[in-house]
């Protein structure tokens, strides 16, 4: 996006989380953020299917435009919140204790990440829908490409962040984690270093993009400063609503933004700043129902394998849902059931897998 990511990025990693509970109180309203940026992230998609269905011009179909910017304005928030769940969790809710924890908790990450890059090539290479050779997408992806499953640049980014993070906490506590600190040096030297090695061999080599940008290191921190305040410092129910009206201006503030100046808005921007500080503020601290709970946190723990997975369903959906011609009600109802679809198969196949004990691999 400028500022910049590609077009439609995306989305959400629950794995890191499960690696490593918070110590003491589990946070369930930590899950429900969760769970809720996962579902934004399809929003994002879908609503993205109706902006590329109109080629992102309202004269080409006035409601499915309009529809698509306020679905996309919306789940603007969706990667900061994940990047700020990802930074209380390292920062706060359950610090690394020693490079082995971070070796295991970026291998939860990594591990599914290549299983679904060479299921999404095989997938594509099936239906005829690779740009590249095969073997071509699969050697770019080590360097980072986000073909042919875009959804994944989140990751590419996700991963280092992490790592430094990890770092920066295990230096604080006296301790000299070698291994990680030399990765993360990698990371930082690797696009120079390729690039001249490329220029030196005559060779072509892909850009290498595992890095991150400064706004998302910054909602990790943030992300960290508020879901660790105490609860009397969040506010009760008066307090919540207010943060939620804030959070409906900044929704329509992104939606203005969205239509004038850029689309889709840079999750660097200050309009999606202050929507995914307003809804986390809001939800922070919240008491989950008992009789919820237990379902939450499934869902919450499908929530990386449902990320990494709803790529196949809205694109498989999205044809037979979304129609440049629509009117309102079509166009709400495109958006509406192209969400709920894929949320539905999404997370409905990530448990399945889950219960087979296919986690590790599939997320």
């Not at 809720?36 to 590329?52: Q, R, Y």
């Not at 508020?226 to 409906?248: C, E, I, K, M, N």
């Not at 958006?335 to 691999?361: E, H, I, M």
Request: a positive charge.
């Amino acid at each position: 996006m400028t500022a910049t990511e590609p077009v439609r990025p995306a989305a959400p990693v629950a794995a890191q989380e499960r690696a490593a509970r918070p110590r003491g109180e589990h946070r369930y309203d930590v899950d429900l953020v969760r769970v809720l940026a996962s579902v934004g992230v399809i929003v994002c998609h879908a609503a993205g299917e109706l902006m590329k269905a109109v080629d992102r011009d309202p004269a080409q179909g006035g409601p499915v435009y309009w529809t698509g910017i306020t679905g996309d304005a919306l789940s603007r928030c969706a990667v900061p919140l994940f990047f700020a769940i990802a930074g209380w969790v390292v920062l706060s809710g359950a610090p690394p204790r020693d490079g082995r924890q971070v070796r295991k908790r970026l291998t939860r990450i990594l591990v599914p990440l290549a299983v679904w890059t060479a299921l999404y090539l095989l997938w594509d290479r099936a239906r005829d829908a690779n740009t590249e050779p095969t073997a071509q997408l699969a050697r770019d992806a080590l360097f980072a490409s986000v073909q042919p499953a875009f959804h994944l640049w989140y990751l590419y980014a996700y991963v280092p962040v992490i790592l430094l993070l990890s770092v920066a906490v295990l230096v604080r506590n006296g301790k000299r984690p070698w291994g990680a600190g030399a990765a993360l040096l990698g990371l930082a030297l690797a696009p120079t270093l390729l690039g001249d090695l490329g220029r030196l061999l005559d060779v072509r080599v892909p850009p290498f993009a595992w890095q991150f940008g400064v706004y998302q290191i910054a909602y990790a921190v943030a992300g960290a400063v508020l879901l660790s305040l105490p609860g009397s410092a969040v506010g009760g129910r008066r307090r919540r609503l207010l943060w939620l009206a804030g959070g409906l201006l900044a929704w329509a503030a992104v939606a203005v933004y969205e239509h004038r100046v850029h689309f889709p808005s840079p999750y660097a921007s200050v309009v999606v700043a202050l929507l995914a500080g307003t809804l986390l503020m809001a939800l922070a601290r919240i008491r989950v129902p008992e009789r919820f709970r237990p379902l939450l946190g499934r869902l919450a723990g499908a929530s990386f394998g449902a990320y990494l997975v709803h790529l196949v369903f809205l694109e498989a959906l999205a044809p037979r849902l979304v129609s440049a011609d629509a009117g309102w009600a079509g166009a709400a109802g495109a958006l509406a059931g192209l969400t709920a679809a894929t949320v539905l198969l999404s997370f409905a196949a990530a448990l399945v897998w889950t219960r087979l004990r296919l986690g590790r691999w599939l997320g």
